[in-house]
């Protein structure tokens, strides 16, 4: 099949490229996430919280990925972190080489640089955007069979934040078997309950992200702030 | 960008498989559909009722995309049609080549072949699969702004199953925005707000989907059933 060896070359050009990335984040101090998840899911959300918990903290820096609109970039730039859209013009996922161009826009002078990715549960999975962590969250109107059936994305999540646990006493859904099969498919995440709209669990993520920072990046800047 | 170029040579390979399609569907008077939505929108929960309330009537196949697992396609198994699990190892959608051989497996003296996508607000919508009409599911948890954030998709939608309007309740959701929103990007879809799981609305989606079928195929098995 050429279509395999197309692919092929597409991920060596975007592994170049995240190479770069991580050389880039590791000259500047720079902590970054890849958010990822369903349209839907709460990504924005997550993150407009998160940034209000540390921005008097931390210096932070946005990188929004969306198909059209800057909705999710106006959402955030309101927070005052800088912010760059990236429009992909209609491509499913970011790749390593839109995020390299938007590191020449978006301000480096932070210690945490968080992306959000294109709404996608499945391709943004097979493109290394040479970000520190995977954060994927996973909302509960979704169903709870979707560890499996989209086990490439949850097999490289470092943090699966299962959103809208508000909705669990309306909806049937079993989270001992989320559990279970994030174990089966990967032992080594950590799974967070949280509504971000209401607030349950938000505090435990905060703190778990200050755990996820690879020594010595951030540790000019302190640890995480104790507020949380 | 030589990336555009492959996507290119891509889409026009899989417009021959399309067109392969097309043939075979009207050569065997095979109405097809092609169902598609985010993950967990409910996709698999509106074909099964759909074909709960249809398969005395019409003789139906399937055939579901998944990235992993036979979970959709053993759900629907149970219900006694004919049934082909295309894994797509990991593809964020299906394509003409996929669906064509398929079609070598799956039962085509059928009146009506119901094609479940994968799970995905993005790729599925750049593959043209050969069938006649697009389905596209949209449930309330995932925010009333997707209209605008995934306009490729719902472009190219026939019609627009508004779908878990239950939770409208419990949730913030402006359902006349979406309406707005899917007149400005795609003033022919139809919306039918349904929730499959309660019942609500699916009467209206069977008998529109009677509406839908392109004369003169299925003439020859009569209209769809008068129980709807």
Redesign the interface.
């Known amino acids: 099949m050429k279509?395999v060896v197309?692919e092929e070359k597409?991920l060596e050009r975007n592994n170049e490229s995240a190479e770069k990335i991580r050389q880039i984040l590791k000259d500047k101090d720079v902590f970054a996430l890849n958010f990822m998840a369903?349209?839907?899911?709460g990504k924005t959300t997550v993150i407009e919280r998160t940034i209000e918990a540390l921005k008097d903290s931390y210096r932070i820096s946005y990188i929004d990925g969306?198909?059209?609109?800057d909705?999710d970039a106006s959402r955030i730039k309101n927070l005052g972190v800088d912010v760059v859209q990236i429009n992909t013009s209609?491509a499913?996922h970011l790749d390593a080489y839109m995020v390299l161009k938007a590191l020449e826009k978006v301000s480096l002078d932070c210690d945490l640089l968080i992306i959000e990715n294109?709404?996608?549960?499945?391709?943004p999975a097979?493109f290394d955007i040479g970000t520190h962590k995977n954060i994927v969250i996973l909302?509960?109107?979704?169903?709870d069979?979707?560890i499996?059936?989209?086990?490439?994305m949850f097999n490289i999540a470092d943090v699966v934040l299962l959103n809208?646990v508000d909705?669990l006493k309306?909806l049937n859904f079993d989270v001992d078997k989320v559990k279970r099969e994030l174990r089966d498919v990967n032992p080594k995440a950590k799974l967070i309950q949280i509504s971000a709209t209401e607030g349950y669990g938000m505090k435990m993520w905060y703190s778990f992200l200050e755990r996820l920072r690879p020594s010595p990046i951030l540790e000019t800047v302190g640890p995480f702030p104790q507020t949380v």
Chains 1, 2 share one sequence.
Do not use: Q
């Open positions: 279509r197309v597409i369903s349209p839907g899911a969306d198909l059209d609109t909705r209609g499913c294109v709404g996608n549960l499945v391709c097979t909302s509960v109107p979704e169903g069979d979707k499996k059936k989209y086990p490439v809208k909705l309306f």
